[in-house]
């Protein structure tokens, strides 16, 4: 059974500190430790009002921790977290009632409709009847599942039941919006209208969202600015754009050979303009350059000189995943990592 606390409604709005100016998240030297591992090392990070902003790292970096600490699921072993003004240790509700989260589990109950998984979330955080009929008819066009409010949500596409729990965390209107790796799991087609939906949510709502991610292309399309962490660490912080013109070379060009030699890197770094190559097995090269058609003309004229066939080659700009290499000195990788349940948030002043 769930009780109030105090007495007082749950959900009662987003109250609190809003000076001028003021971030919507300030992380501050945070730090979280399990015994001797530390999952997060004093990260320190500022998100301003109405801004996408991405954390970007492997599974195991450390993203879907760090929004745990600022969504007060987890205790903050040291430093600390103010979301819309509330210190999350100090004052949990305070930030519950201006936060929505969508983890990265879908967690709609598939026997209940659309519309009334919607409207038992914003019961939960005491939204009054008329508002919560006019905040759900709103989100369910928002988020194109005005037809299908009446439908069981077992009946849903993947997609669709994404969109659904966007809806949903959205339904008691609040002003920061976390999403743990939003499109996990989607087809190409749903991750598209994912991203089209987000963006168009964050205009209208004039929401402020932070988002994780292991998709390099999704970070792209969405971000105004990426927070690249890996083993707990922020390792990079700037622009989509801004990071990409940080890694020496424009760009990019990726080369199949068939039965390379053993010196064959050796012979790719001596290119001109060649800023680093990276093998990648299979006769597969990754070479980042300053001047691709130059370099891509001295490659080929070296290959057939040494009559090493070339299997494949493409040329393009550089990428998020260069500035991964970069900064971390590998490729995205998946890690096995101790797991700990992401579930909702409670609603402000709610206890079991």
């Known amino acids: 059974m769930i009780a109030k606390a105090n007495g007082k409604p749950a959900g009662s709005g987003c109250e609190g500190p809003d000076k001028q100016g003021q971030n919507a998240i300030d992380v501050e030297h945070i730090v979280?430790?399990?015994?001797?591992?530390?999952?997060v090392n004093d990260v320190t990070f500022h998100v301003v009002e109405e801004e996408i902003f991405g954390l970007l790292g492997p599974n195991g970096a450390g993203k879907s921790t760090l929004i745990r600490m600022m969504t007060t699921l987890l205790p903050i072993t040291s430093g600390r977290a103010i979301v819309a003004g509330h210190d999350v240790s100090k004052d949990a509700d305070g930030a519950r009632r201006c936060i929505g989260v969508i983890p990265q589990a879908l967690t709609s109950d598939l026997d209940l409709t659309v519309e009334e998984n919607m409207n038992i979330y914003a019961k939960l955080y005491d939204v009054p009847a008329k508002q919560r009929k006019e905040a759900i008819d709103e989100l369910l066009v928002l988020v194109d599942l005005t037809k299908w409010r009446d439908a069981q949500t077992k009946t849903l596409s993947g997609g669709m039941r994404r969109r659904l729990e966007i809806a949903r965390g959205l339904v008691h209107s609040p002003r920061i919006f976390f999403l743990d790796e939003p499109t996990t799991g989607l087809d190409p087609v749903s991750r598209v209208a994912v991203w089209e939906m987000l963006t168009n949510i964050k205009k209208n709502r004039q929401l402020t969202i932070l988002i994780t991610t292991h998709y390099m292309d999704e970070a792209d399309r969405l971000c105004d600015r990426i927070a690249i962490v890996d083993h707990g660490k922020l390792v990079a912080l700037d622009t989509p754009a801004a990071l990409k013109a940080s890694v020496p070379g424009s760009n990019v060009i990726e080369v199949q050979f068939e039965h390379p030699p053993a010196d064959l890197e050796q012979r790719l770094h001596s290119l001109p303009d060649v800023t680093s190559v990276q093998?990648?097995?299979?006769?597969?090269?990754?070479?980042?350059?300053?001047?691709?058609?130059?370099?891509?003309?001295a490659l080929v004229e070296m290959a057939v000189h040494a009559g090493i066939p070339v299997k494949s080659l493409t040329v393009q700009s550089t990428t998020l995943d260069d500035v991964f290499v970069h900064y971390t000195g590998r490729q995205l990788r998946d890690e096995l990592v101790?797991?700990?349940?992401?579930v909702m948030p409670q609603a402000p002043g709610l206890r079991p």
């Open 338 to 342: 101790k797991a700990y349940g992401f």
């Open 32 to 39: 979280k430790k399990y015994g001797d591992f530390t999952a």
């Open 279 to 297: 093998h990648e097995g299979a006769g597969m090269f990754r070479v980042l350059t300053g001047n691709g058609s130059l370099t891509t003309t």
